[in-house]
């Protein structure tokens, strides 16, 4: 099971607490998934199709707890991929359909005619913060997903409608998070890329159980990063150190070939022969060693000295 499909099943066991907030719930599901059929005169029904046995029985449970209707349950093999369920949640009741869709700002307010629908979201039933929460999970059960964390962080929400998805991006953002709409095909896409603010609103939506895997693999990829970083710092720090000193040796060795290293101040002799004998002592080990020890200025310093009489030589030969 993918992490999406197990985030849907954590957020469709949530309790229904009060009304305004299953009825947010269900507003959401409704403009993100909700399908009406109509076959005659007064003759119209509400469905909803979802592959998520979980969320089935979310919508269902909306419906029966907000209206008492009977609501039919059909399960269909899918014959494509032969693989999942397919089920379908049906309002035949005319009436009942009317009464939800007028309660969720489905229908044009003063129509005559409950066929003409309004995506945008009302805000009275988002006046409270808790039906702000809802309507979010309600749009993500109805039309969201969610990566697997371990691979890369990105929600999104998608819709066919723009002005629900900059309805559905305002209420997000009013949480102080910063979701973005991209054209994708025909629909509109409401995203979060940042794992920070994915963490954030799987908080707002409820899904605890989500959010805390998500912050254990943040936690084990920073300290994975960090240990990379530190790895890859050393291994440039030691491949300077290796390069240096093959350079400080040759340019020694190159320095006794030509006039012997005896011809060089007491101090340079000193390091030179120090570094010929430890090849792969860094600077500080060296001045170490030395007879009045020094710090890794002073060796570099010597070093350099070296470097600089070695280049001289070679000039000289050209």
């Known amino acids: 099971m993918s992490f999406s499909s197990r985030t849907k099943n954590e957020l469709s066991r949530l309790p229904i607490e009060r009304r305004c907030c299953p009825i947010a719930e269900l507003a959401a599901i409704v403009r ?3 399908t009406i059929q109509i076959s005659g ?11 998520n046995a979980a969320i089935a029985r979310r919508i269902f449970t909306l419906l029966k707890t907000l209206y008492d209707t009977n609501v039919e349950v059909m399960v269909r093999r899918n014959r494509q991929l032969k693989k999942n369920n397919n089920y ?10 009317k009464e939800i869709l007028e309660d969720v700002g489905f229908l044009t307010d003063g129509s ?4 003409t629908i309004d995506y945008r979201m009302p805000k009275n039933l988002i006046d409270n913060r808790c039906c702000k929460r809802s309507y979010i999970r309600g749009a993500f059960l109805g ?4 990566s697997n964390p371990e ?3 990105h929600l999104e929400f998608v819709t066919n409608n723009e002005e629900h998805g900059k309805d559905l991006s305002n209420i997000i953002n009013s949480f102080n998070l910063n979701s973005k709409i991209v054209v994708r095909k025909d629909n509109y896409v409401i995203y979060i890329k940042e794992g920070e603010q994915i963490v954030d609103i799987l908080n707002i939506m409820g899904a605890h159980q989500a959010l805390l895997k998500i912050e254990n693999i943040r936690v084990f990829k920073d300290v994975r990063n960090n240990i990379n970083r530190i790895v890859n710092c050393e291994t440039a720090n030691l491949g300077k150190t290796i390069n240096a000193s093959v350079r400080q040796v040759e340019n020694i060795e190159y320095i006794d070939n030509e006039i012997g290293l005896d011809k060089l101040p007491k101090n340079l002799q000193e390091i030179a022969l120090l570094r010929l004998a430890h090849k792969e002592a860094s600077l500080k080990e060296l001045g170490a060693m030395l007879a ?6 002073g060796v570099n310093h010597r070093l350099r000295r070296i470097d600089e009489i070695a280049d001289k030589l070679r000039g000289k030969e050209k």
């Open 151 to 153: 691979k890369t962080y």
């Open 292 to 297: 009045v020890p020094v710090g890794k200025s």
């Open 88 to 97: 379908l949640i049906v309002v035949n009741n005319g009436n009942t359909t």
């Open 112 to 115: 005559n005619s409950y066929y």
């Open 143 to 146: 039309g969201g997903s969610i």
């Open 32 to 34: 993100m998934s909700g």
């Open 41 to 51: 005169i007064n003759k119209i029904n509400l469905r909803f199709n979802t592959e």
